[in-house]
Structure formats: C-alpha cells, structure tokens
C-alpha cells in the first residue's frame, strides 16, 4: 500500500478496494515501526488522522469526494495547524498550540486530506542538515548514519522511508531541494508568491515559499494544484490564476533548451554526482532537448548575499518570540529585559542565535548601507543573471547539491561549510525564481538530485520537464532496503 | 573587520539574547567567520544597481480600511504564559 502513487490510492480509495482509515492506519502504523529508527516526525496526530479519514470515508462513500480525499500526508511543523503544536523544531515552541490553520494546511483539509502528523526540521527552518531541532536530528533512510538534509528533513524521511506518501515542506535556501536530493525525492520550491505563506512561520520573508515533496512530479502536481493560489491574508501572495498542473504533464519535450550554469559544473561539485547529473541531461537529449552551456557570472555572491538578507529578516521575524504572548518564557524574571534575554536566550537554540546575532549587526546603525542595502544590490545582479539566461533557454539544470548525504555531526562545528551546502539553491531564492530537485541516480547507494530551475511561474513546465524524464527512468520509485 | 568580546556582547544585547559568558569567544569566532564569506560583496560592482527587496518589485496591496478580524482574546490568551482580566503581565516597568 505504501509504494503507490498519490493516483493509485486515489483510484484504490474511490473503488473501494481500501478505505481512508485502513490506508491512515497502515501510515500510522508504520511511523510506529520506523519512526524511533530516523526520528522524522515531532508530533503524530493519531486521533485526529483517524477522525479526518472516518470523514473522507464518508465522503468517498457519498461521491462527494475530491481526488485527493482520504489521502494522508505529513505537514512541516512549521505551519500552524489548530489545537496541535506547531514547534517550528525549537523549545521556544515547545508549548505553543497554534490557535488557527495556516492557509496550506487550510486547503489540503478542505481537499479531505488527512494529517499524520508534524515532521521534525531544522529549529525555525535554519540549517541543511536537520541537526539544529531541538527534538534531535533526523536520520536519512539510505543511510541512517546520514543526514536527510534541511530544513525540510523530517518531511524527507518521512516521505522516503514511506511513512507518508507525501508531504509539506518549506524552502528558503534550500529546505525542499536539498533534502530531496539527499533523500531521492521530488521536491517543488514554487515561485515567490505562488503558495501563501499565512500561517507559515517566518524566517525570512522575502524568500520564504512552500512547496511539495513528494516521489514523482506527478504527485506534486496534485499537491500543488491545492497548495498554489492567492490569498488576501498574505500581502505577497500574488493574484494570479492556477493552472491544473497534472494536465501538462505529458506535453512534448522536443525542442526544449536546456541551459547548463557552467558555475554549477566547477571546482566544489563531487566528480561522481557530476557523472549522475550528465547521465540524467543525457537522457533528456534523447527525449528531444537541445543542450548550451550558460553563464551565472555573479553565482559567487549568492552565499555571501544570502547571509546577510536571510538573518537580517529572521532577526526582525523572531522578535516576536520574546516570552510575553506565546512560547517560553523564563522563571522569576527579575524586570523586562531580563524576561526578554533569558527568555529568547534559553528558548533559542545555537543557530538561530547565530543568526539572529548576524541579522542584528547588519541592521545596526552604521552598518545597513554596508551590509543590508550591498546585499539587496547583489541580490538584483544575480536576478539579472538568471532573467539574461532565460533569453536563451527554457530551463537550467545542474546538480542541487554539491555532494550525496554527508554523515552527521560531519559539519556541525563550522557554519560556513554547512551553508555551502546550499551553494547551488540560494540563488533560486534570491531571484525568487521556481526550482525542483528530481532522482537522478544514486553514487555508493546515496541519491543523487538533478534540479531544474524554471522561469517565473513556470511551475507546470518544471513539471512537466520531470514527469517526462520519471516516465523513462526508475529512480523515483526505490525505496531503501530497511523500510520497504 | 573582526568583532572581538565586547561587539559579541553589544550584539547580543540589541538582539536581546542572554548568552553564556563561556560561550563569547566561540560566538565571536563563528561571527567573524560568517562575515569573512559576508566580506567577499564588497569587491562586487554595484554602481548604478537599484537594491532588490522583492522579486517582482510589488507594491504593498492595500484593503479596505474596514474591521475584517474578530476579537479572539480568549482564545489566543491561552497560550499566553501570564494574563490577567485580559492583559498580558510581564514584570512591572514603571515604579
């Protein structure tokens, strides 16, 4: 039951042949088996999965129901969902039950989709290795001695070790791509403004998207089809129709142009993902695409850029956890800024004090024009650079991630070598542009991602462009020896 | 640029982060580390290049100024770690 697609339990369920709580069950039951093994969720909804599915049933018995109704899924614990704590991965939050449903959570209810439960993370969606939760670092399914990637790492291994058959995930770095690529998933970072972030905690706000991880484009795309959309409570959501995006899955790939950054092919790339990725453009060439080498000429401050305008919004973002409304506070405060320090310095974990710490001092009096207002600059020459680039060519590819899955504790004493592991996505983000990582392939039985970056709003394009490449390939169907 | 104990403290204070006395030189090592990478921005040609806050150059979309929210004091209290009669108690700051 756990190795079908989104459209096979769909089928399964409005048949008849399983029901929503049999196939919630099974999930259920699964997480019970394999969860202490990879530590994916921080919270499982038992009661209330059980409750939504009896509901779908009902549904799926009346004919009422959707294409998605009955169907389980894992959100991130990062988006609020109502009466269920919403830990964002940190003590801070430990206690906080969020009083309303983030706008995703929201739609894929209405969809009748029933909630396992809230998957562990990076603490506040800072890191790409899953080692700053403050619940303990998840475990990668292929290897359990490895990271499954950050932010969205629970939501990863959960999905890869089958203990949902889909998920949320957030990306604002990286967090959707890179643990997909690490965990041979299909992850949908959309472009900026495409999926709501209400009720999405924030990190960084101007970079900040939702997406779906899933195994194939194809289930993305039903996921996407109910994520995608405007919506009034968030003032950068973008008023713009959404596409049926399962509709273009099949279109041609005949004359597609391929762009290859050749900064993305140079020193830092493992030579043996390198050989995965070009295998998987190989492919692609027999399926009708034309291939040219590009140029991203400012790639190398898209790091350095991404540091100073990620911390400097989480500074402004998680000033509101000071222990006054909601989350921990300290004992005996002895005034109000003892209450504030203690407060935020107990509740916050190595990280995010980091960047806190980096955001604040790129904010201070005398340093914005130097640090925040340089960045911003910096920040349209790599947009620039991808809005030249698509001139020429219809989608970018290269690998998502320099290296497979590294092993954990590996980068834990040196920030800057883990925020080199999101070399090739942050630059996705800045231009706030739509990215994939799709299965490629594995390198000494790890997976391999290949992503692709599309134009904005050419989510259904990307789509489509992995579909095609799913469709001739296998690799998005294996599943690691301990979970099958 | 190199912050030393004292830039860590002052910092840590703006951000309002009670840190460990023990922990200082760590952070400072670490900071400094971020804003050597951080450094490598000034040695790009940014004249004439207007700052980027937002991908799509959008304006702030306005409403209607009419109420659309309703009051859920009680509700959003709860899980408030101090009320009382509707207020949020911190420790006095006024004498």
Redesign the interface.
């Known amino acids: 039951m756990h190795t079908k697609s989104l459209s096979e339990l769909s089928a399964a369920l409005h048949s008849g042949e399983i029901t929503s709580v049999e196939l919630t069950q099974h999930y259920i039951d699964r997480i019970k088996t394999h969860n202490d093994t990879i530590n994916a969720f921080i919270t499982l909804t038992e009661e209330s999965a059980i409750e939504q599915a009896r509901a779908a049933d009902i549904q799926l018995q009346n004919k009422t129901a959707g294409k998605l109704t009955g169907i389980p899924l894992a959100h991130k614990d990062i988006f609020c969902t109502e009466g269920i704590r919403t830990s964002c991965a940190s003590k801070m939050l430990d206690n906080f039950i969020a009083p309303y449903n983030a706008t995703v959570v929201e739609k894929l209810n209405q969809a009748g989709m029933v909630t396992l439960g809230k998957t562990n993370m990076d603490e506040f969606a800072m890191g790409s290795s899953n080692e700053t939760s403050f619940y303990g670092p998840v475990k990668n399914p292929w290897g359990t001695d490895r990271v499954p990637g950050g932010s969205s790492g629970g939501s990863a291994a959960a999905i890869a070790a089958r203990l949902a058959p889909i998920a949320t995930g957030t990306d604002t770095g990286g967090s959707i791509r890179q643990p997909a690529s690490l965990c041979n998933l299909t992850g949908l970072k959309p472009t900026y403004g495409r999926i709501s972030r209400y009720g999405m905690i924030a990190f960084a706000s101007s970079l900040d998207q939702a997406g779906p991880m899933a195994h194939s484009a194809e289930d993305a795309a039903l996921l996407l089809n109910v994520m995608a959309g405007f919506d009034e409570r968030d003032s950068t959501s973008l008023e713009r129709e959404v596409p049926d995006y399962s509709t273009t899955l099949n279109d041609s790939l005949e004359g597609l142009r391929i762009g290859l950054p050749k900064e993305f092919f140079s020193e830092g790339l493992d030579p043996k993902v390198a050989e995965v990725v070009n295998a998987a453009i190989k492919i692609y060439e027999s399926l009708g695409a034309t291939v040219k080498e590009i140029t991203l000429p400012n790639s190398d401050l898209a790091v350095p850029t991404y540091y100073v305008v990620a911390p400097a919004e989480c500074s402004s973002n998680l000033s509101r956890m000071d222990g006054v409304r909601f989350g921990h506070r300290c004992e005996d405060p002895k005034d109000l800024n003892d209450l504030y320090e203690r407060s935020r310095g107990e509740g916050f974990g190595e990280e995010v004090k980091r960047r806190i710490m980096i955001g604040t001092y790129a904010l201070s009096a005398g340093y914005y024009d130097a640090y925040y207002l340089k960045a911003q600059k910096c920040r349209r020459l790599i947009s620039d650079d991808f809005k030249q680039a698509f001139n020429d060519v219809d989608v970018i590819m290269g690998p998502t991630t320099p290296t497979t899955a590294f092993k954990l504790g590996d980068k834990t004493d040196d920030p800057v070598a883990m925020y080199l592991a999101d070399i090739y996505t942050i630059s996705t983000n800045l231009a706030g542009l739509p990215g994939m990582s799709i299965p490629a392939g594995f390198v000494d039985g790890l997976p391999v991602g290949l992503q692709l970056i599309g134009n904005y709003f050419e989510e259904s394009r990307l789509l489509n462009i992995a579909h095609r490449y799913q469709q001739v390939t296998d690799w998005h169907q294996q599943t690691p020896e301990n979970f099958k | 640029m190199s912050?030393d104990k004292t830039d860590?403290e002052n910092?840590?204070?703006?951000?309002?982060?009670?840190?460990d006395e023990n922990d200082i030189p760590e952070?400072a090592q670490?900071?400094n580390?971020?804003?050597n990478?951080?450094?490598?921005?000034?040695d790009?040609d940014?004249n004439n290049?207007?700052?980027?806050?937002?991908?799509?150059d959008?304006k702030?979309?306005l409403?209607a100024d009419v109420v659309s929210e309703t009051n859920?004091r009680e509700?959003?209290q709860?899980?408030?770690?101090?009320t009382d009669g509707g207020i949020?108690l911190?420790?006095?700051?006024i004498e």
């Open positions: 912050l860590v910092i840590a204070y703006l951000a309002r982060l009670a840190i952070y670490d900071l580390n971020i804003f990478l951080v450094a490598l921005l000034s790009a940014t290049i207007s700052p980027m806050a937002h991908p799509f959008a702030q979309r409403r859920q509700k959003f709860a899980i408030a770690p101090k949020y911190v420790p006095q700051v």
